[in-house]
């Protein structure tokens, strides 16, 4: 099985981690591949001074994919250099989405 979370809410971050967290630890099931895409309000789960920084990392070693969209930067002064080291920058998020969807992973919203 494959997941991708998309995180956009900037009030969800504790809650979006729980939850890749919760399905991580659920061994009834047969993980191939869990990813969260962040867009809009869910930049700030993904920055170097990320509140959640240390949850972040510890879900990159357990194999959870970040990606952040390229597009929720342009207007911000967030670049690249700020996010969280492993985390990948996407041209969007929906087309990550998209993509990630036509791969055959499941599609998850907190």
Not at 49 to 63: M, P
Request: proline fraction near 2%.
């Amino acid at each position: 099985m494959k997941a991708v979370f998309h995180h956009s809410d900037a009030d969800k971050h504790s809650q979006v981690l729980g939850n890749v967290e919760n399905l991580l630890d659920d061994d009834t099931l047969d993980l191939e591949s869990v990813a969260l895409v962040a867009n809009g309000g869910g930049l700030g789960l993904l920055t170097q001074d990320s509140d959640h920084r240390n949850a972040v990392e510890a879900l990159q070693e357990r194999g959870v994919d970040f990606k952040q969209c390229g597009n929720t930067l342009e207007g911000t002064d967030v670049t690249p250099d700020d996010l969280l080291d492993g985390v990948d920058l996407v041209s969007s998020g929906v087309g990550e989405l998209t993509r990630l969807q036509s791969d055959g992973y499941a599609y998850i919203v907190p």
